[in-house]
Nanobody
Framework: QVQLVESGGGLVQAGGSLRLSCAASGLTFSSYAMGWFRQAPGKEREFVAS????????YYADSVKGRFTISRDNAKNTAYLQMNSLKPEDTAVYSCAAASPRFGVSWYRRSTNYDYWGQGTRVIISA
């Protein structure tokens, strides 16, 4: 049984930092690209960041580029999202997801390309 469990969410002031973790089990972690998505209240889920199986490639939404860093530790079966310079508009439920690699331009941005999802962790940024 595949499980992705996020942790690290919380309430922080604008300008602060958080580090989210996604612990994976039940799958060969190094065989999956990992992604982070978020969903704000009343909005659709949106792509945040993705990292390739070997961590050789990373991709970011324009809204978080330069502030967020995605990483992974295949020995620990864990992916991370370091979030700095947080803004109130970053408030959302953040979910990690695992994907067998696909083909096509920017396939990693589409949530439908991901095979497994975590339950999400809530991030609230106060002004």
């Amino acid at each position: 049984q595949v499980q992705l469990v996020e942790s690290g969410g919380g309430l922080v002031q604008a300008g602060g930092s958080l580090r989210l973790s996604c612990a994976a089990s039940g799958l060969t972690f190094s065989s999956y690209a990992m992604g982070w998505f978020r969903q704000a209240p009343g909005k659709e889920r949106e792509f945040v960041a993705s990292i390739s199986r070997s961590a050789g490639s990373t991709y970011y939404a324009d809204s978080v580029k330069g502030r967020f860093t995605i990483s992974r530790d295949n020995a620990k079966n864990t992916a991370y999202l370091q979030m700095n310079s947080l803004k109130p508009e970053d408030t959302a439920v953040y979910s990690c997801a695992a994907a067998s690699p696909r083909f096509g331009v920017s396939w990693y941005r589409r949530s439908t390309n991901y095979d497994y999802w975590g339950q999400g962790t809530r991030v609230i940024i106060s002004a």
